[in-house]
């Protein structure tokens, strides 16, 4: 039997009725027909499907849409200001972070998530950082430059609050 | 996905009511990342999901002085790792527990959930059988307690009745100055553990007091490697007396050879992961 949920998307209040056994990612891109955030592996495994929950990064495809029932969830299409890119964005366009595009919202929202706990962090860091979130075809090189050129404007934002 | 009816109580007694009344066909979810994939593959079925992130005793994690740590099961990995206490007095848990799985496992996966799913290879269990954890459950006859030593039964399989959970994990507080070593060998950076070590270790005039040394993967279940125990304790510890420990817990190791590695290597890495944890602990209570 369906149930009446309320997901707060990129700060716009959704309201859908949705069985129980409907993963969060299918209530995501089949419901709310935002489907920026990808299926890569349905296991939990690849990152494809990671979305910003409540402030943490998750695996869209291990959560029922009802356990999100009432919370602020972040996907692919909340980052971006109108035309303007989200930092994370632009550097992962400038630095060749981006080949056949799949794993990379889940890949941009998993560097935007740990940069901003992680400002200072290595490329050792960033590796470990992103190990939940597999790529097919960079090999990883430009990902890891693209998250630490985005990393300046997250020590700047730092030192204007500090 | 077979359908289901999902609850989300508000109390424990509400969850072990549920799980009475559904006689063995009602699951528990905390974070989800076990059951959600077994529910998928269509291992489990379940008539009845019961969400327990939503009963409020469940989600504390707290630490005093006179009782120790004290983690409830609705607590994510995350959560352990980033508590200021776990990280001052119990720095092994905080290393087993930023091993699991990836930060989205960490964010919705609970040690407890972890720990009932009973793997062999449990990340979090060496360290918490080293500081000695307690497992707190509750049931339709009342609460019990039972040592982690005696809380699992076989791979997958727990001590659990069919409508009895776990409510909390206690540690209890660490008796002076504690030294640790945790390490892991693993394949790729998400993927299971190959064979863990963990060893905790309390000083007192130069003799080791309290020696807590477990392994993980080499076993039917995690396992307390008590013999390497009983060798360093009481005893003022020597370079010697260390590869004694390593060699000894290497003899207590019951591993199988998998897809994973072979049991050879994985007795091998027992002394090799034992010597270097000990050696850790040691030098940070600066007693080597």
């Known amino acids: ?162 | 996905m077979k359908s289901f009816e999902y609850f989300d109580p508000k109390t424990v007694s509400q969850a072990i009511r549920l799980l009475q009344k559904y006689q063995g066909s009602a699951k528990i979810l905390a974070g989800g990342t076990d059951l959600f994939l077994r529910m998928r593959h269509g291992v489990l079925s379940p008539e009845v999901v019961v969400d327990i992130k939503g009963i409020k005793a469940l989600t504390r994690l707290q630490y005093s002085s006179q009782k120790g740590l004290r983690i409830g099961a609705a607590v994510t990995h995350a959560e352990v790792q980033a508590h200021s206490a776990v990280q001052r007095y119990y720095g092994a848990l905080v290393a087993a527990a930023g091993w699991v799985g990836s930060r989205q496992t960490r964010h919705r996966g609970t040690v407890i959930g972890n720990l009932c799913n009973a793997s062999p290879a449990a990340d979090t269990a060496p360290a918490l059988l080293a500081y000695r954890a307690t497992v707190h459950i509750v049931g339709p006859d009342g609460e019990r307690e039972v040592a982690l030593d005696d809380f699992f039964s076989g791979p997958g399989r727990t001590v659990l009745g069919p409508a009895e959970m776990v409510t909390a994990v206690v540690l209890p507080p660490p008796t002076g100055t504690c030294g640790w070593g945790f390490l892991r060998r693993t394949r790729t950076a998400i993927d299971i553990a190959l064979v863990s070590s963990c060893a905790v270790i309390s000083a007192d005039h130069g003799t080791c007091s309290e020696v807590g040394i477990s392994l993980g993967a080499v076993a039917a279940t995690p396992l307390r490697a008590v013999q390497a125990e009983r060798v360093l304790r009481g005893q003022q510890p020597t370079a010697d007396l260390v590869e004694t420990a390593a060699k000894t817990a290497a003899t207590e190791c019951r591993p199988i050879s998998d897809v994973r590695c072979s049991a050879d290597y994985r007795k091998s890495m027992v002394d090799v992961l034992t010597r270097r944890c000990v050696q850790s602990a040691l030098t940070m209570l600066r007693m080597l």
């Open chain 1, 1 to 162: 039997m369906k149930r009446l949920i309320t997901l707060i998307v990129n700060g716009q209040t959704y309201e859908v009725a949705v069985e129980p056994r409907q993963s969060l990612l299918q209530v995501l891109r089949e419901e709310l027909h935002l489907t920026g955030t990808k299926e890569g592996c349905s296991e939990g495994e690849c990152g494809a499907c990671t979305v910003i929950l409540d402030g943490k990064t998750v695996d869209a495809c291990l959560i029922f849409g009802v356990e999100a029932n009432g919370r602020h969830i972040v996907t692919i299409e909340g980052l971006a200001t109108g035309e303007e890119l989200h930092p994370v964005q632009k550097a992962f366009a400038d630095y060749g972070g981006v080949q056949c595009g799949f794993c990379t919202p889940g890949m941009i929202l998993a560097a935007k998530a740990f940069l901003e706990t992680n400002p200072n962090a290595t490329d050792e860091e960033i590796r470990w950082g992103i190990a939940g979130n597999l790529c097919r075809c960079t090999g990883y090189v430009k990902i890891v430059e693209a998250i630490k050129a985005a990393a300046h404007h997250y020590r700047a934002m730092a030192a204007m609050q500090g």
